[in-house]
Nanobody, 120 residues
């Protein structure tokens, strides 16, 4: 059974930075994505990266502030979050897909999520 495990969440002040990680168990996926869900809101797309890191894509709300990267030798994907805002507060989930996509239903595997809280 494939396991995706997020880590690195926590509490940070507005304007600060945080990096969350997602490790997969013994497998490198073609495409990886980050999604987030704030209290009372639907889960939304944040960023995606292709297998070779040749393609990345970001939601408008995080473009210029967040950077997605991956290390296939470690089966790990990262999300570097800079200039954090209170509205970035959410549970952040990593997910894996076979094809290039920003659509949640095309991601087949999901982690348990890690909480990111940004204070004002």
């Amino acid at each position: 059974q494939v396991q995706l495990v997020e880590s690195g969440g926590g509490l940070v002040q507005a304007g600060g930075s945080l990096r969350v990680s997602c490790a997969s168990s013994g497998r490198t996926f073609n495409n990886m994505g980050w999604f987030r869900q704030a209290p009372g809101k639907e889960r939304e797309f944040v960023a995606a990266i292709s297998r070779s890191s040749s393609r990345t894509y970001y939601a408008d709300s995080v473009k210029g502030r967040f950077t997605i990267s991956r290390d296939n030798a470690k089966n790990t994907v990262y999300l570097q979050m800079n200039s954090l805002k209170p509205e970035d507060t959410a549970v952040y989930y990593c997910a894996a897909a076979s094809i290039w996509s920003t659509r949640q239903y095309q991601y087949n595997y999901w982690g348990q999520g890690t909480q990111v809280t940004v204070s004002s």
